[in-house]
């Protein structure tokens, strides 16, 4: 479930950066997709830590 949460807070956050920079769809849908993958794998590693704490 997190890292669903933190795959779509990346995906947001990187079509606002694009978009912030003016960049068009193409550029947002790449940027959205980027940081979609670098999110989920931060919660991926996330989520192993908060299982291994209990």
Do not use: E, K, S
């Amino acid at each position: 479930m997190i890292v669903i949460v933190f795959a779509l807070l990346g995906a947001a956050f990187g079509v606002w950066r694009a978009r912030r920079r003016n960049g068009n769809r193409l550029d947002m849908a790449q940027y959205g997709a980027i940081f979609a993958l670098i999110f989920a794998v931060i919660g991926v590693f996330l989520t192993i830590y908060l299982d291994r704490l209990v």
